[in-house]
């Protein structure tokens, strides 16, 4: 069993990084940011709860790497786990090998930003060690227990059968860590029915039934669904052509602004960040409180939508930086969903302490629970059982032999 795993997550010009130790509690984080250009930085290595800022111009993701893990001292990986957005229908995390190389390529039209760059993250760390298994741990893979009426399209079947066109869904780590650890706390693992909201730069909303994914808010991209910081969530497919007949915008343009203008961005005309629109919604700015109103609103329509999916609803599950720290984005919520009968805790709701979990309802009705998201250390734990169950193959594959 690796005794320590290096999460990986890159984007095009970052890299996240963490190392966790065995027992999970122990973790260094670096982050890499605006990589290649003069500006590169390495920011929050910690040995020793030091934290560390340097300049590092015009370093590119290996660079970073390598000086990034020099920090670690004497803490060296057993095992690499790269955070990979879109699997395509990979339904598990996998040892990375030419064949899931590939595959992750031929995801890239689905996934065009983050693909290539965690294609790039896994060539620079093969290049550092090469001795180390490295797994891929993909965001689509815990939704592909959906059935088809989930996650097919109402468009010509061709499009499903030969371009692979379908629902997909993504943040399925914090998902399946959330519902399990949900679950756990409300005292059935992985059993009955379970509404999960992770709320953070993107959102996205999944019902669970007996561990598994039904249904997600996400589908082909993470553009469908809820409103986002900067991304629209669902509009009327005929926006676009609207757009191109009416204001002579092309499909690049009408994706960027769908993707980078939109959602609390675009609605407030102010900011992505929920915390700056709830302190100007207080100081009065209507577009601001607005853009919540709109947030919230459609959130309390995903969940509703999403409850179909479940045979049972036995509760819901708040995570990401606005689902764990707005008592206030939770309350409202609610607020759309009165027929539920979800009975909030004003004051378990107001109460929580930032970061920690709890169950925010009064004990009648459906369950409300805060559980703070852990994906890296879902990554960490699902690459050291890859690791250790294709040590395993290989064990009874040498006995084998032996005997043979
Ligand atoms: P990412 O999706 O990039 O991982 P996070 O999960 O960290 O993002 O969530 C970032 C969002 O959480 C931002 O919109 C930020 O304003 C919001 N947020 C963090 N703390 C609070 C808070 N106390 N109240 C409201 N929103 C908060």
Request: hydrophobic residues 35%; charged residues 20%.
């Amino acid at each position: 069993m690796p005794k320590s795993v290096l999460v990986i997550n890159c984007g095009s010009s970052s890299i996240k990084f963490a190392l966790l130790l065995e027992d999970q509690d122990f973790r260094i984080h670096g982050l890499a940011e605006n990589l290649g250009t003069p500006e590169a930085r390495i920011k929050g290595v910690t040995v020793g709860n030091e934290p560390v800022d340097i300049h590092i111009p015009n370093a590119g993701h290996s660079e970073a790497l390598e000086v990034g893990l020099s920090r670690l001292a004497n803490y060296k990986p057993d095992a690499i786990g790269h955070r990979i957005v879109h699997g395509g229908t990979l339904t598990k995390a996998e040892l990375i090998t030419e064949d899931i190389i590939d595959t992750i390529r031929q995801a890239t039209p689905l996934a065009p930003l983050h693909n290539p760059a965690h294609l790039v993250g896994i060539e620079a760390t093969r290049r550092l060690f090469p001795d180390l298994p490295q797994v891929a741990v993909f965001d689509t893979a815990f939704h592909q227990t959906m059935p088809a009426h989930a996650y097919r399209y109402a468009v010509p079947k061709f499009l499903y059968t030969e371009h692979n066109v379908r629902r997909y869904g993504f943040h399925g780590t914090s998902h399946a860590y959330v519902s399990e650890r949900g679950s756990e706390l409300a005292g059935s693992l992985k059993q009955g029915g379970w509404l999960v909201a992770h709320l953070g730069n993107g959102s996205s909303t999944c019902a669970v039934w007996n561990g598994q994914s039904v249904d997600t808010s996400m589908g082909l991209t993470p553009l469908e669904g809820l409103v986002m910081g900067t991304r629209s969530g669902d509009v009327d497919p005929s926006m676009h052509s609207f757009l191109a007949k009416n204001l002579g915008w092309d499909i690049y343009k009408i994706d960027k602004m769908l993707n980078s203008q939109s959602g609390l961005l675009g609605l407030s005309d102010l900011s992505n960040d929920m915390r700056t629109l709830i302190e100007a919604s207080e100081k009065g700015n209507e577009d601001a409180a607005l853009a919540i109103e709109v947030f919230c609103y459609r959130l309390a329509k995903s969940l509703s939508a999403l409850s179909c999916g479940l045979p049972r609803l036995d509760g819901l599950f708040f995570t990401g930086g606005i689902g764990e720290n707005s008592a206030y984005i939770r309350e409202k919520t609610l607020g759309y969903m009165p027929h539920f009968g979800f009975n909030l805790s004003k004051d378990g709701n107001n109460n929580l302490k930032r970061g920690t979990e709890g169950r925010i309802d009064n004990g009648t009705g459906p369950q409300i629970w805060v559980v703070p998201t852990d994906e890296e250390g879902r990554i960490a734990k699902e690459t050291a059982s890859v690791v250790q169950s294709g040590l395993g193959a290989l064990t009874a594959k040498k006995s084998e032999a032996v005997s043979a």
